[in-house]
């Protein structure tokens, strides 16, 4: 049985990065993915090369928070004002213009091609918000994973979904991806899901957030909106049993 747990939000800020450090230092996870296009994430890359684990970096594509890398993002509707990623607009978009798959092209290039630079060998990537398993992302970012020699991709939710209407539109949805996943020659695990659940199947991927609390313990986030954390020591313990 292979268990993955990803430490997702690398680079984010210095609270989550030396969260995760913190958490490879002591066991609890055995990777993470960066958000290359963050503040911190240049020195995240430096600390994972110092303490050892850089070839447990995936990519944590990002098109929900921070500033674009590229121009096109930038002239598009998908950022504000400010400069900075519209959350709203980006979570509730279903079908994109031409104008927008190529923005969005060229910001999944040019996030893809920084994290390449950063020389992190593992070709693995997720997203911020799961803003991937939206497929009019997945169509425009697969193929640009294809590119670059990724060989894995997070696989959309499927613990306890149901047969109701939303988990059936969410079954729906996963054979959609699987199709395109499958066509642009990616794998994935057979369950994803959040570290409250423990499953038994041939290959899992758990997913937390480490950060450092105000009390320099590393906790979990798991509800963001309510700021509920659990010790990560305690989600390990939790799940150590199954490995």
Known sequence: MKVIVNADDFGFNASKTDGIAESFRNGWITQTTLMVNMADAERAVGIAKQLGFADRVGLHFNITEGEPLSEEMRRSHFVGAGGQFNLCTNV???????SERQALQAEARAQVARFVSFGL???????H??????????????????DYGFKTIRRPYNVSLGWGLYGGLRHIRNALFASLRVRYGLGTTCWFGGAERKIDA????????????ELNEVVNVVAYGNEICRPMKEEWSRLQPIR
């Open 92 to 98: 509730n978009f279903r079908h994109l213009s031409v």
């Open 121 to 127: 060998p593992l070709r693995h990537c997720d997203s």
């Open 129 to 146: 918000h799961h803003i991937h398993f939206k497929l009019s992302v997945a169509r425009v970012l697969m193929p640009v994973l294809r």
């Open 202 to 213: 041939d290959s899992v991927e758990y997913m937390v957030h480490p950060c450092l609390n």
